[in-house]
């Protein structure tokens, strides 16, 4: 696969709309560019802003965050929202 400006365009395009990576795939002769948002856990969102999970479980119950619920009922979080989520705390 050659990285030139026709597979390298829309990763900047997909880059510069807000996704958090892509993933190339060369697959039957044709370049796929997917969008990547992570899924992040509550420990991995704890870690990352400097709390505990239980603080993260507040914000969400509180509405500050967004999670998704997996089938056990587990919070994950895409980091996405997460960044929205943020943002809104700032102002």
Sequence with gaps: MTLNSDVLDPVFAHLSEG??????????GRILIERVDPIL????VADLIGV?????RRMADR??????????GMMRFRKSRLVADFSK???
Excluded: C, N
């Design 41 to 44: 856990s509550t420990k991995a």
């Design 19 to 28: 996704a958090f990576g892509v993933s190339i795939v060369q697959k039957d």
């Design 52 to 56: 505990s999970g239980d603080t993260v």
């Design 63 to 72: 509405g500050q965050l967004h999670p998704i619920r997996t089938r056990g």
């Design 89 to 91: 705390m700032e102002k």
